[in-house]
């Protein structure tokens, strides 16, 4: 069997398949001791002989290159053509037989040929060297690191014997120093890498022969500090370089970074290094010199520069990162200084806007260092626009105008750079802004208050077209400057509440807004579009009411008007006024005015059951008139407070007792009503002329009217006690009476029936004249109930804080009524000393601004 195996060896055709030691074992069945005693140690005897006399012939004509291929080889032969054939025990031993032959017994060719291979740069060689030793590890590791001992040497040895050569030379330069030094170790740690597999062992061999070789040399002549400086040298070179492309640059620096990581001692020297690179690295022009030859500072090869050398980020900043800031800002001040005198502020803002933009475009980009980069750009911004905000200041209003709109986005877009860290100086330019806005608007007001009556439609037109203009330019140019927005309606609050058309009343303007949003609610030819698009400009101005209480009031007041009287033309626009409410005034105002619609619809099918059955009552007292009547519920409460008394004539008193005596309380017993004369409309017919004439009143001018039934003049103060109404009011009820020629006023105060009144109409409405009385009385009910607001207000603070300062005290409850009304702070004092009056509150003896809760 063992001569078999001998003879296919040397390619006699014998087919293996048919003589495995497993079919050997089975056929003689031999035992596992007799088949190694007679097979397996002849056969690896046999194979060792072989490949002894084979390999040392074969080396004595051929190169190790050659033998190292022929060994790879061989070693493959056995693995596919007897280890596979044999059983796997034996493979094993064949394979680590013939390794031990062709490799161990000639491993002193194999170091001595070592350092040609690595001279000549032989990857492939040195790779399949590399693997035939690696084989050899499991068995003794000595020999993988033998060759490592030598691979270090030969390093060390090169480069110092390079290093030696170039001292030769006078005057060495740092450009030949680094490139002669990165060529040995670049060339060794790609052997290391592609032809060790980057065995560890290896790849630190070459690390600790670069060590040896850069901090002793022929050139540094065994100094510690020579090494590293001609490094600083190279590196400041490239720096100042102006003809290399940036990719030079960055592999260049590559070069010193890499080396610097062999130098020893960098504790102690890296500092002084750090210090002088810093110093080479921002002369005056180095920035901006390449910057105009189209170049770029790189300011990634600078901090990778100062890694290496171990300098701490806090030294980094001092070394490097402040006088390179310092120095872009010494240069942009003087740039933008120049630039700013010679050109004016609307070409400075281009020229700003290119500047920074070219900065963030150079430094963006380097993650490594986005720290330095930020703040050069922080500090560019700080240069270039904080440092002229008095300039832009001046300019800044004449920017409002319409046709500038592309300064002042350049302007806010360089300002909104700056405004997390110079806050107070945007507020200044909010400011402006807001007194700008203020002073069009009350320009605008004056010129419409030249009119004697102005139309609330031409007063909301005149302020929602200041107010759009500002706002868009806002939108537009200072997109999300919440800032400016707030400005806005600062100006619009104080032009609005206090103007030439409203008096310095705000309550006048509020007035105006309201009838504005009445008459629009109340008109029958405008399509639901032109409505909605109306109504929109009311609705913004709404929300610059100081006074909200007397908004709600008002607006709640004219709701009542329309529902009653049934003049309402566009629900889904009533909606809509409600649903803005919701966010103007609050979720309980809109609430109660949504209940006003639902209680009208309840109150439609109670009116007509109600009517219908007061129609035999009033047919019973010889009445020939109808009789219409609405019972309102509490959501209506606001109108309660605006009615007046006044005594029910006799034609229709006992008509109006029965009503109430022997039909509503007859079903509704316990229910108090109040008649509200200012909502009742009443048509009176005349008797008393040629023609017939119907006359539409309200109630106080037919109460007048019908004491005429008995007589044909009458005294003021008769008529005042018949009536039962108030002077003022029964005056101007007589005014409008006259007005109308149904009355003919006469001297001494008297007012006769006019009996020969013509018109051409048959039937009319007398003018409406109680309208201010009953609005002025609304807000004597407001008044009112802003006493009792603050002095709940105060109360609620004080059994919180239990004590607290009277200024504190103040200014706490302006901030917690403002949102319904401006509380003027005599009208707080007062509160408060009504409290002190009533013992709610007390003074502290020991200070008497202190004020003290009573429990």
């Known amino acids: 069997m063992v001569n078999i195996l001998g003879r296919q060896r040397n390619d006699e055709g014998i087919d293996l398949q048919s003589f495995t030691g497993k079919r050997l074992l089975e056929f003689l069945e031999l035992s596992p001791k007799e088949y190694k005693s007679l097979f397996e140690r002849p056969f690896l005897e046999m194979s060792g002989n072989h490949y002894q006399k084979e390999s040392t012939a074969f080396l004595g004509t051929n190169s190790m290159s050659a033998y190292l291929k022929k060994v790879e080889e061989w070693l493959w ?45 032989r990857k492939e060689d040195l790779e399949r060297m590399y693997n035939l030793i690696v084989r050899l590890e499991v068995l ?53 890498v592609q032809s060790f597999y980057k065995n560890v062992g290896f790849a630190a061999s070459v690390e600790r022969a670069c060590k040896k070789f850069i901090n002793m040399d022929a050139v540094t002549k065994d100094s510690l500090h020579d090494s590293p400086e001609l490094l600083v040298d190279y590196a400041d070179d490239i720096l100042h370089n102006r003809t290399m492309t940036q990719d030079e640059v960055e592999y260049a620096l590559n070069k010193v970074i890499v080396l610097l990581w062999f130098v020893d001692e960098k504790d102690l020297a890296q500092k002084s290094y750090a210090v002088r690179l810093s110093e080479r690295l921002i002369p005056g022009d180095l920035v901006f010199v390449r910057r105009r030859n189209n170049g770029a500072i790189n300011l990634q090869a600078f901090k990778s520069l100062f890694d290496s050398l171990g300098v ?26 120049a630039f700013l005198a010679i050109n004016g502020v609307s070409a400075y803002l281009k020229k700003a806007e290119e500047w920074l933009r070219n900065e963030e475009a150079n430094f963006a980009s380097y993650s490594n260092c986005s720290s330095t980069g930020k703040l050069l750009i922080e500090r560019c911004g700080h240069i270039l626009i904080s440092e002229h905000l008095k300039q832009f200041g001046d300019i800044f209003p004449d920017l409002l105008d319409p046709g500038r709109k592309e300064d002042l986005v350049r302007m806010f877009g360089l300002l909104a750079r700056i405004e ?16 700008y806005v203020a002073n069009e608007g009350l320009a605008a ?112 007041a004219k709701l009542s008007e329309r529902l009653i009287l049934g003049v309402r033309m566009h629900d889904e626009a009533e909606v809509l006024v409600i649903e803005n409410f919701r966010e103007i005034c609050g979720f309980g105002f809109a609430r109660r005015l949504t209940r ?177 009385v009953t609005q002025r009385d609304g807000l004597e009910a407001i008044t009112e109930n802003r006493k009792n607001a603050l002095r709940a207000t105060i109360v609620r603070i004080m059994k919180t ?40 509150l007390r003074r502290e003896q020991s200070s008497k601004d202190t004020i003290a809760y009573v429990a």
């Open 77 to 121: 032969k056995e693995e596919t053509h007897f280890a596979s054939c044999l059983n796997s025990e034996t493979g094993r031993l064949l394979i680590e037989k013939c390794s031990r032959v062709l490799i161990t017994e000639h491993l002193e060719h194999l170091c001595d040929s070592f350092p040609n291979l690595l001279d000549l740069g």
């Open 420 to 435: 997390g860290s110079h806050n107070n100086n945007l507020k200044t330019f909010h400011k402006t802004f807001e007194l």
């Open 596 to 772: 006003m619609f639902a209680d009208i619809e309840t109150i439609e099918v109670s009116t007509t059951e109600l009517t219908e059955s007061m129609q035999p009552i009033l047919r019973s007292d010889g009445l020939n008139a109808t009789f219409k009547i609405k019972v309102l519920g509490p959501s209506f409460r606001q109108i309660f407070a605006l009615h007046k008394t006044l005594a029910i004539p006799a034609d229709i008193l006992l008509t109006y007792e029965r009503l109430l005596s022997e039909h509503y309380q007859t079903k509704h017993p316990g229910r108090k009503l109040t008649w509200l004369w200012y909502c009742s409309k009443n048509e009176l017919h005349t008797n008393y002329l040629d023609k017939k004439y119907i006359l539409i009143t309200n109630s106080w001018q037919m109460v007048v009217l019908l004491q005429y039934n008995n007589n044909d003049t009458m005294s003021l103060e008769g008529l005042q006690v018949a009536t039962g109404i108030t002077k003022t009011h029964l005056e101007w009820v007589l005014t409008s009476l006259v007005r109308a020629n149904i009355l003919i006023s006469r001297e001494q105060g008297r007012y006769d029936l006019n009996k020969n009144f013509k018109s051409r109409k048959t039937r009319f409405k007398l003018e409406k004249q109680e309208f201010r």
């Open 140 to 192: 003794n590791n000595k020999v993988l690191e033998a060759f490592r001992e030598r691979f270090e040497v030969h390093i060390a040895n090169g480069g110092q014997a390079a290093l030696s050569n170039l001292a030769i030379s006078d005057g060495v330069g740092s450009i030949a120093y680094v490139d002669t030094i990165f060529e040995i170790w670049h060339k060794y740690s790609e052997i290391a």
């Open 312 to 337: 701490s980020p806090k030294e980094y900043e001092s070394l490097f990162e402040h006088p390179f800031l310092e120095m872009y800002g010494r240069h942009y001040q003087k740039e933008s200084t």
């Open 801 to 840: 804080r239990r004590t607290m300062e009277h200024q504190k005290l103040m200014q706490e409850v302006i901030t917690l009524t403002s949102e319904k009304f401006v509380p003027a702070v005599p009208e707080i004092k007062k509160a408060i000393d009504y409290l002190l009056e009533v013992e709610y």
């Open 445 to 556: 007001l004056s010129n419409l208050a030249i009119a004697d009556d102005v139309e609330p439609s031409a007063y909301v037109d005149t302020i929602f077209e200041v107010w759009h203009k500002y706002s868009e330019i806002s939108a537009q140019c200072f997109p999300r400057n919440v800032g400016l927005v707030a400005s806005i309606d600062r100006a619009c609050q104080k032009f609005i509440n206090r103007n030439a058309v409203t008096k310095d009343s705000a309550y006048n303007s509020l007035k105006l807004l309201v009838d504005y949003a009445d008459d629009l609610l109340r008109n029958k030819t405008m399509t639901p579009e032109e409505i909605e698009e109306a109504l929109h400009k009311v609705i913004v101005l709404f929300r610059f009411v100081d006074d909200k209480d007397v908004l709600q009031e008002s607006y709640a």
